[in-house]
């Protein structure tokens, strides 16, 4: 393999080994670009995460050794209880402190990105519930990366996108189907001299719906209250099933999983349907 001419770091969280899957399976075997991901995991966790992408698409994928070369065309995922970072060409495991509550965490990894890489660099935030990703995007863009996040609708812990669609400027949102042909036409667009960038693909408008009937008063405001109700239920759930893994109890936590995707998929109908009252009335 080849010395990457490009760098894509994505991160994720709760509900985010899915959306990992798809985007994965959607870049080339010639990708030009070394792809670095950090996934939230329990400190104490056995990852499968490399081999559930290596079998996904074309680039293979590994836990890193610390010191590791980067290569073009594949897969670097943060093993658990260490950030993963970049320093120049060659990867970098640290037992910094936690951030966000985690290690690994994504802010680490998308600053050490941007430090090394400036415009050479592709964030992407995925599923996931907190803000974590959000610091680290800007970091990107402020160094002339390019900032994506998951379309907030489709990801199972939306919070997490969302924050970064909102907080980050710039940010292009797809689903994440449509984020691999974006990654690998940021990568494909780098040459000897710098990077040229095509123009990249349209934000992912909100979906609208006509014909709604007539609703009362505060309708909107209470279906806010619904959403944020239920955000804050799907965050307390994710943290529920990480101290039950740590604690060994794969049921208990598999149940508060089940649990906080429930009420995330709730929470993301509400929006949708605030999305099209506001849509109605425009």
């Given amino acids: 393999m080849a010395a990457p001419r490009a760098v894509v770091v994505v991160g994720a969280s709760a509900g985010g080994v899915e959306a990992l899957r798809t985007l994965i399976a959607g870049l080339p075997a010639g990708l030009p670009a070394a792809v670095c991901v950090t996934l939230h995991i329990p400190p104490t966790m056995v990852s499968a995460l490399p081999r559930i992408l290596s079998r996904a698409g074309a680039l293979p994928a590994s836990h890193p050794p610390d010191g590791a070369q980067l290569l073009a065309g594949h897969v670097y995922v943060a093993p658990a209880d260490r950030h993963l970072l970049l320093d120049g060409d060659h990867v970098r495991l640290s037992p910094d402190p936690q951030e966000h509550g985690h290690r690994p965490a994504i802010d680490p990894l998308f600053r050490s990105a941007a430090r ?18 959000t610091g680290g995007l800007r970091a990107v863009v402020a160094r002339g990366g390019a900032a994506f996040a998951q379309a907030p609708q489709e990801a199972l812990f939306p919070r997490m ?70 955000e804050e239920k799907a965050e307390l759930s994710e943290r529920m099933s990480a101290t039950a893994l740590d604690r060994g109890s794969a049921t208990t936590a598999e149940r508060y999983r089940r649990a906080g995707a429930e009420a995330s998929r709730a929470g993301a109908v509400i929006r949708e349907l605030i999305i099209r009252i506001g849509a109605a009335g425009q």
């Avoid at 090394?116 to 990703?133: I, K, M, R, Y």
């Avoid at 449509?178 to 123009?199: E, H, I, K, Q, S």
């Fill in 161 to 230: 996108p969302r924050n970064a669609a909102e907080r980050v400027s710039g940010c292009h949102v797809l689903p994440v189907a449509r984020l691999a042909p974006a990654l690998a036409a940021f990568a494909a667009a780098v040459d000897d001299d710098g990077v040229t960038r095509p123009d990249p693909p349209p934000t992912e408008p909100p979906r609208s719906v006509p014909g709604l009937p007539d609703l009362p008063a505060g309708v909107t405001d209470a279906l806010r209250v619904a959403v944020r109700s239920l």
């Fill in 116 to 133: 090394h890489w400036g415009p050479l660099v592709a964030g992407v935030v995925l599923s996931g519930s907190g803000d974590d990703g």
